[in-house]
């Protein structure tokens, strides 16, 4: 698949589900960019990720719809008509999934299904991409994981994840609408949510290098990781939305190679010229769940679709730390905003997961 996929978005009708979220205002851009009718459907469910101002510079060229996709009758209407459906929305904190499994079942698995039944009984003829997570694997087995892997959660934000999954292929394998799903591993960018640390810990440590606080590492930092740019995963999400030799499969969204936690925060004090490092002993409660190092393999999907990661760790953290030091404003709550009289002291955040 070379530029054909891109040509194939010009004058389409286009939904992304999470619209407002991170990935999903990155792809909402991209798709502008290449002529694409975009619909924004984002709930704006507050600590979610949704933000208006991830679509400054836009707004005119798309259309937004703020509506929750767990209302049956609201996605019966807003999936008509449409070619692709980006299936972006979700909970994806693995600490708010422990605290309150029900929204979590709801919003994960349940809205899901809303989607897929609105498609199967009114657009039957759409194709769905599904923004998975490499959470549903576990503790891995083997290194790198591949699409093999047995599925494994666990969590349950992880469990639900894999649920609705296979929502997806059940309704591409049974019912006939065209569906696949891309497990994303630790994307990160520009339009991240960074004003809590339960969504993306690379979005948390950016936030404490550009205010010049305390990253804390678990152990040594030698864990190993793979990072996506936010482009790269919406170029990914644009090759399986105009493809169907993708369909009713899933794929590995991952980085080019694993990096080390020690190796990740170095390189990102250097590029933003503050924070620093402080390595800490795990709290016996983060060492029962850790899974240990994690990355995947792509290749199944760069086999599929031609698919590669072309933006560099170095890179990424340099165009996403120039953004929010134009932008941290839009991102954080008034009371933390630089300047502000009431904004709380600097502490050592840590990420829920790393």
Same mark, same amino acid.
């Given at each position: 698949m070379t530029v054909e996929y891109r040509e194939f978005y010009r004058?389409?009708?286009?939904?992304?589900?999470?619209?407002?979220?991170?990935?999903?205002?990155?792809?909402?851009?991209?798709?502008?960019?290449?002529?694409?009718?975009?619909l924004l459907v984002d709930s704006l469910i507050p600590d979610y990720g949704g933000n208006l101002f991830n679509i400054d510079g836009i707004a005119d060229r798309i259309t937004v719809n703020v509506a929750d996709i767990r209302q049956q009758s609201t996605m019966n209407y807003l999936v008509r008509d449409r070619d692709v459906i980006f299936n972006l929305a979700g909970q994806v904190s693995h600490i708010d999934s422990m605290r309150d499994p029900y929204t979590d079942l709801e919003i994960n698995c349940r809205s899901q299904l809303t989607v897929l039944e609105a498609c199967r009984n009114h657009n039957p003829g759409v194709k769905v991409v599904f923004a998975g997570t490499r959470q549903v694997y576990g503790k891995p087995a083997s290194l790198p994981v591949d699409e093999t892997?047995?599925?494994?959660?666990t969590d349950v934000n992880g469990i639900n994840k894999a649920a609705g999954e296979y929502y997806h292929l059940v309704y591409n394998n049974v019912f006939g609408?065209?569906?696949?799903?891309?497990?994303?591993?630790?994307?990160?960018?520009?339009? #991240? %949510?960074?004003?809590?640390?339960?969504?993306?810990?690379? !979005?948390?440590?950016?936030?404490? $290098?550009?205010?010049?606080?305390?990253?804390?590492?678990?152990?040594?930092?030698? #864990? %190993?990781?793979?990072?996506?740019?936010?482009?790269?995963? !919406?170029?990914?999400?644009?090759? $399986?939305?105009?493809?169907d030799t993708v369909n009713g499969e899933v794929f590995?969204?991952?980085?080019?190679?694993?990096?080390?936690?020690?190796?990740?925060?170095?390189?990102?004090?250097?590029?933003?010229g503050s924070g620093h490092v402080e390595y800490v002993e795990w709290p016996a409660e983060k060492k029962a769940i850790d899974i240990g190092s994690f990355y995947t393999d792509s290749s199944k999907f760069l086999r599929t679709t031609g698919w590669t990661p072309a933006v560099t760790l170095a890179e990424g953290l340099r165009r996403t730390v120039e953004f929010y030091r134009q932008h941290l404003n839009q991102y954080l709550e008034p009371r933390e905003t630089p300047g502000s009289p009431t904004r709380q002291p600097r502490w050592g955040g840590r990420s829920e997961r790393v």
């Open positions: 004058g389409r009708a286009v939904m992304i589900t999470g619209g407002l979220g991170f990935i999903g205002s990155n792809l909402a851009r991209a798709l502008v960019d290449l002529g694409a009718d975009v892997h047995l599925v494994r959660p609408v065209r569906a696949c799903s891309l497990r994303l591993t630790n994307v990160y960018g520009p339009r #991240q %949510l960074i004003k809590h640390n339960r969504q993306g810990f690379v !979005a948390w440590f950016i936030r404490l $290098a550009i205010e010049d606080r305390t990253i804390e590492i678990y152990g040594d930092g030698s #864990q %190993l990781r793979d990072f996506v740019y936010v482009d790269d995963a !919406a170029d990914a999400f644009l090759r $399986a939305g105009a493809s590995n969204v991952g980085g080019n190679q694993p990096i080390s936690h020690r190796h990740l925060t170095s390189l990102l004090v250097d590029i933003a």
